[in-house]
């Protein structure tokens, strides 16, 4: 099962900022968390990962609570090509399992 | 980043028959695989893991005779629907983890997919 929630939708204005949480409460301390992003009949995009740190890269930011049971996905400038479906995922022993995600819907 | 292709990227084919999805890791070498599917509107549901030379692990409740894998080479693994019928309709999606580091740590990349539908 998946070990992540998240809400099952979200909407953003256009050139505004996204945050998208997740809950991992049950995450183990050697456990990554994965995030993915899935455009409509594609396979998934890795978007960024980490484990302790935040982290940064060209597509986001990810912030992880000090506790590690939740995190943050932020799209600094969302765009109307970021309306996607977004997956937090923990790595289990090397298998990612996914849960429901969340749909952002970026809006004009 | 690496690139994982999947062939064929849709293909249709009648109740019965067998069907083999391709699954191809470019500029790497991938010693697991992961194959996945997802129904429209759902989530990806694990179906297998694929390690190259062995036996793949299938996840719980799915069958292992009808979902035949093989990881032949470490950069190839296909996935056989065999004696296709219409609830196998789904799209198929492949995995494969980056050369280098930990797979734990690193990134997996994923195919294109592929469409399968059983008339």
């Known amino acids: 099962d998946a070990k992540t929630t998240q809400p099952p939708s979200m909407d953003c204005a256009e050139g505004r900022a996204a945050n998208l949480p997740c809950n991992h409460s049950?995450?183990?301390?050697?456990?990554?968390v994965y995030w993915y992003r899935q455009i409509h009949s594609q396979g998934p995009q890795y978007i960024i990962h980490g484990l302790k740190n935040n982290e940064t890269n060209e597509m986001a930011s990810l912030i992880i609570t000090e506790d590690r049971k939740s995190s943050t996905l932020i799209l600094p400038h969302a765009t109307l090509r970021d309306t996607a479906v977004y997956y937090c995922i923990v790595n289990q022993g090397g298998k990612l399992i996914f849960g429901q995600g969340t749909e952002l819907s970026v809006k004009p | 980043g690496a690139v994982v292709s999947q062939h064929p990227s849709w293909v249709i084919c009648k109740s019965g028959t067998s069907v083999k999805i391709e699954c191809r890791s470019l500029d790497f070498q991938a010693t697991t695989m992961f194959w996945y599917r997802q129904f429209p509107k759902q989530s990806l549901m694990l179906m297998a893991t694929s390690n190259e030379g062995s036996k793949a692990t299938y996840e719980q409740g799915v069958e292992k005779d009808k979902f035949l894998i093989n990881h032949a080479s470490l950069t190839l693994s296909t996935l056989t629907v065999t004696s296709a019928h219409p609830e196998d309709s789904s799209f198929y999606i492949c995995?494969?983890?980056?050369?280098?580091?930990?797979?734990?740590?690193?990134?997996?990349?994923f195919g294109e997919g592929s469409r399968l539908t059983v008339l």
């Open positions: 995995s494969a983890s980056g050369g280098t580091g930990s797979w734990y740590t690193g990134e997996l990349f």
């Open positions: 049950t995450i183990s301390g050697n456990e990554y």
